[in-house]
């Protein structure tokens, strides 16, 4: 699978919505909703490359929290492609909207546990897309530890079209408050074939939040990805998160 053939499944992946300053920076998203009546919005720069191919996504994350348990979430991206001899490529990304609901509590149950489903709405054609409409069904789960939280989990993405495939992803991530404006972590990412003839791809990323005062703080992430029997690659991303 080349890195153009993974772009539209990797927006699916990496531009989840996102709680309580979790999720991003990772891949691996998390199951708390954003806090009821509040609102979390990511200014990002998502990109992945390999061998001098590379793609970025940039654009706003929108996130909020209209009761308790629940978040709205839409992604407005800007695509960015570059190949050598066929220079650098512009235009919208795929749209995505999405729906958290948390199901289970950790001061309950012992645990979190929330569904995440996601549509990726191909309002860029097949310049930046598939241009089919996507479907990623994930649940992710949470369980903290003091400092310390680990969480994970992953999904199924429809992926309809001529070439495509439908497939599994997931992954899990384990971060650690250092003090009150500083978190670093780690994860492990895998995701499946979203075509005819591909192959998985599986990633590690080291990341981290620094919250620069006020609502504000900065995300940034990023590591390699090796895809079987095709070319390793790297991917990066980085954000001013806004939370009130």
Known sequence: ????????????????????????????????????????IYAFGDAEGAHGV????????????????LQLTATIPLAFAHEPGFGTRTGFGDLEIGVKYRFLHQDREGVDFAIFPRVILPTAGH????????????????????????FGGGGYTINPGAGNRDFWQGGIAL??????????????????????????VRGL????????????????????????????GWRAYAALGLAF
Request: aromatic residues 8%.
């Open 54 to 69: 590379w793609e970025n996504v940039a654009g706003l994350d929108l996130n909020y929290g209209p009761v308790e348990d």
């Open 175 to 200: 971060t650690r408050t250092i003090s009150e404006r500083l978190s670093l972590g780690g994860e492990a990412t895998i995701e499946g074939a979203g075509e005819t003839g591909g192959h998985a």
């Open 127 to 150: 310049e930046f897309g598939t241009g089919k409409t996507q479907l990623l069904l994930p649940i992710w789960a949470q369980r903290d530890f003091g400092p310390w939280s680990l």
């Open 1 to 40: 699978m080349t890195v153009t053939h993974r772009f539209p499944v990797m927006i699916a992946l990496l531009l989840a919505g996102t709680a309580a300053w979790a999720g991003p920076p990772y891949a691996t998203d998390d199951p708390e909703p954003t806090e009821t009546g509040h609102w979390e």
């Open 205 to 232: 990323a080291l990341g981290g939040i620094y919250k620069l005062g006020g609502p504000f703080a900065l995300l940034v992430s990023g590591g390699p990805l090796a895809e079987h029997h095709g070319p390793n």
